[in-house]
């Protein structure tokens, strides 16, 4: 295995797009938007995309991983939010996913980052957010999922309130998706 995590590159986007759909494809996926739209969506986001924390993990000139960071909101707060983050089912249990969120976070130069994901994402450092008062919104089914970490110290403690990510993140009527 000769794994490579560089930028993402807009020649990438077909590639990373059928990656993303094989991982997070179901039955009752939304086609309007999803995750393998996100990529393209994201791409055209002035405000959130930064191309530096948009990432591939490459091997042997295939991509087998993808990983965005994106510009979030807690309160007045600005920092990032990670996802989505996809490996090639072949290749999962590889150390690939951890490449892209090790390599997310080395980037990020704000003082936190957000995921939306389970117990995978302690071992980075992360957090459950909800006890620290960050959450999506009141009541939202996926608050308990919500997790952060603080890269500045300073940081931890004087940010509670409700997430707001960049537009990808929305439909039309400024709903979350």
Not at 88 to 99: D, F, L
Request: proline share 5%; glycine share 12%.
């Amino acid at each position: 295995m000769s794994l490579v995590v560089r930028t993402f590159r807009p020649k990438d986007l077909a590639e990373a797009a059928a990656l993303l759909r094989e991982a997070f494809e179901r039955p009752e996926s939304d086609s309007a938007y999803n995750e393998w739209t996100f990529a393209e969506r994201l791409l055209m986001d002035q405000e959130g995309y930064h191309e530096p924390l948009c990432l591939v993990a490459e091997d042997e000139g295939r991509i087998v991983g993808y990983s965005a960071l994106t510009t979030a909101w807690i309160g007045g707060s600005k920092g990032l939010a990670l996802g989505p983050l996809a490996v090639a089912a072949g290749r999962r249990g590889q150390g690939i996913g951890k490449a892209l969120v090790e390599e997310s976070v080395r980037r990020a130069a704000f003082p936190w980052v957000l995921v939306l994901g389970g117990g995978y994402y302690a071992r980075f450092g992360f957090e459950p957010a909800l006890p620290l008062g960050i959450m999506l919104v009141p009541g939202h089914p996926e608050n308990e999922y919500l997790q952060i970490r603080f890269l500045d110290s300073q940081a931890r403690g004087n940010i509670t309130g409700t997430v707001r990510y960049c537009n990808t993140f929305y439909n039309a009527d400024g709903e979350l998706l």
